[in-house]
């Protein structure tokens, strides 16, 4: 992360905090996030998108204390469940600057969307238009959003591309299916279409697509005016904005992004005399991903004739990605110096299979052994929302840094919790 600092002893600390201490503190695997990095990306979005509203899209992680950093940064939410919702309000979260997303939103997803007043809900399918529509109560009206297939791919993994045709999000553009259910929404009085959404993919590191996205859905606002007389304010183009998780690693960089898309939307309005929409974007992984930090210790170090595995007490439980991608981090020795000659290690988890590893290749001092602290950086986003209790692990603890203070945000879970859900015998 940018503000991780290296001591000459071999220490790392990050806002002035050493993270050797914060594992002593908190014990292992701890998750750090650094707040004034979270609030620093945040004011780089609102920087390079002035003209628009920012949402951050909780589902990269969300606590009580990170809705409230968002919040007083001046950014809107993008939920997709009665519980993320639920946090943010309670949290004093502005129920109109959120936008509830989701495939399959459950009777207790649009209970509570409507019962705090959420800002929009995004439509995902013919049927949901009818049962949000009916769950309005006379009198009032919602604010809605479609979500359009544009038929665009992208993504760093073909499970997380969301915009290409034949996945499971969204109304097809190319079957005509978006525009048969704008058709739809409009005939419906207690529901106001503002605009049209979608999201391309998760990490993607060029801009490419999203100017290709801009040109298709400003051609379906065009089709919508002339068929039903009716402009749409609102442009929502999602997030998926990538994060380099090992130096050098590609990046898409929110300024760079803003102009580009600022130019098409202009021009692709301009063409089809449309006024500019308000911009709408959702960031996750950008916002925390890189202000989080993983510390794990070190609990077993085998050299076989094939490899030298790194064993850690923590793993796919905290950190399902390395599985669920392939994606590979760049873990560091963290809290002494070890010897200089290195060797290549592959750093794998505590859990029982074999594809529980966080990291091949890294090259480790020497030396590593038992006991030590390892650090795995551009953390903060989809470990420990992602998290489960695999082989009955807790969950690890989240530790706020800022200014070389710490303050915990999130408690382990202990085998109590764990043990209290167990309700038979
Ligand atoms: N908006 C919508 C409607 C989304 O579905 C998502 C992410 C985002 C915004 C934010 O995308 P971001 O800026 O964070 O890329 N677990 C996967 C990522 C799944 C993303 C799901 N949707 C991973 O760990 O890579």
């Not at 998750?31 to 899209?57: I, K």
């Not at 995902?124 to 544009?150: C, F, H, N, W, Y």
């Not at 994060?243 to 102009?259: I, T």
Request: aromatic share 4%; charged share 25%; hydrophobic share 40%.
């Amino acid at each position: 992360p940018a503000s991780a600092v290296d001591r000459p002893d071999g220490r790392l600390t990050v806002a002035g905090v050493a993270l050797d201490e914060i594992a002593e503190r908190h014990g292992t695997p701890v998750y750090v996030l650094d707040e004034d990095e979270v609030r620093g990306r945040c004011r780089r979005y609102r920087d390079a998108f002035p003209e628009a509203d920012v949402h951050y899209a909780a589902k990269a992680f969300l606590c009580r204390a990170l809705a409230h950093w968002v919040e007083e940064e001046g950014l809107g939410l993008d939920v997709c469940s009665a519980g993320e919702l639920e946090l943010a309000v309670t949290t004093g979260f502005p129920p109109d600057r959120i936008l509830l997303h989701g495939n399959a939103k459950s009777p207790e997803d649009l209970r509570t969307a409507l019962r705090l007043g959420v800002g929009r809900i995004v439509i995902d399918s013919p049927a949901e238009i009818a049962r949000i529509a009916a769950a309005v109560p006379p009198g009032s009206e919602q604010k809605v959003m479609l979500r359009v297939t544009p038929g665009i791919g992208a993504g760093g993994h073909a499970k997380i591309r969301t915009g290409s045709e034949g996945q499971k999000f969204g109304l097809s553009l190319r079957d005509g299916h978006a525009q048969h259910a704008v058709a739809r929404v409009l005939g419906q009085p207690r529901l106001r279409l503002t605009g049209l959404h979608c999201h391309l993919g998760s990490q993607i590191t060029t801009v490419k697509p999203y100017l290709a996205a801009v040109r298709r859905l400003v051609g379906l606002m065009a089709r919508t005016r002339d068929l039903y007389g009716v402009v749409l304010p609102e442009l929502d183009l999602g997030g998926g904005h990538g994060v380099a998780y090992r130096p050098g690693d590609p990046v898409l960089d929110p300024a760079a992004l803003a102009h580009r898309v600022r130019v098409e939307l202009i021009e692709s309005c301009a063409g089809a005399g449309l006024p500019v929409p308000r911009l709408i974007i959702e960031p996750g992984r950008a916002i925390v991903g890189p202000a989080g930090v993983a510390v794990y210790r070190v609990l077993a170090v085998k050299a076989t004739a094939a490899r030298v595995f790194v064993a850690v007490d923590g793993g796919m439980s905290d950190n399902p990605r390395p599985a669920l991608y392939g994606v590979r981090y760049a873990p560091r020795l963290i809290g002494r110096r070890g010897a200089a000659e290195r060797v290549a290690t592959t750093v794998a988890g505590r859990h029982c299979e074999a594809g529980d590893v966080l990291a091949e290749n890294v090259p480790l001092p020497a030396d590593v052994r038992p006991g030590d602290l390892l650090a795995v950086p551009v953390a903060g986003a989809y470990h420990l929302s992602m998290a489960s209790s695999y082989n009955l692990v807790g969950r690890p603890p989240v530790v706020a840094v800022s200014a070389g203070t710490s303050r915990p945000l999130v408690r382990r879970e202990t085998l109590e919790d764990l043990r209290a859900r167990d309700v038979g015998l």
